[in-house]
């Protein structure tokens, strides 16, 4: 099977990164992995964009994966039941479009990976709460003890770890002008966790901050 992994895909703004044109992988399925680093938008209002874009990704070949990054409806995630999948806790948005919750650990092909979403909205001002903005756009409490738990559960080691922001030493590298906050902090303590390789999306850029640590926008990586 083969992994794959890309940035914000916002709703169908910036999607095209998956089109055939763009995304050329050949002979993939439905055992085969593309997630989304926040920000994917397939579940906003029910409406015509949410249909589409559902209907869109359930033609792929793939399965898509995504964590919720700040600009979702998240009364709208969690309107969908909790399953479990692999190990974790998921929402089935539709069989092949799955939401990858937060603070989970997933086993994928023999490899552990951990899931946490949310991120700060810098344009919150511009938006309208519970229409366009959410509080939940960062982790409830809850959401943090079930991180601790799991990895601890985990012995610390994982294989990937994907967040929508970068914890505050990352973040300072990828956008030092971006606030810190409760979350970029906690995804700074990760730092102690076992990991190969670390990928985020949020700051709309692609860069290798170092060696384990990539922001991704437009790439689309293959992992395995």
Known sequence: MSFYVCGDTHQDIDLSKLTSKRFCAKNLNQNDYV??????????????????????????????????GNHENFDALESYAVCEWNGGHVHFITPSLIHLMRGQIYTIDGRKIFTMGGASSHDKEYRKQGVSWWEKELPSEEEYETARKNLALAENRVDYIFTHCAGNRIQDIVAPEKEKNRLTAFLDSLEDVSFQAWYFGHYHKDLQADEKHTALFEKVIRLW
């Open 35 to 68: 997630l989304i680093c926040g920000d994917c938008g397939a579940v906003w209002d029910n409406g015509n964009t949410d249909r589409y874009l559902q209907k869109w990704y359930g033609k792929k070949p793939w399965t898509t994966l995504f964590i919720d």
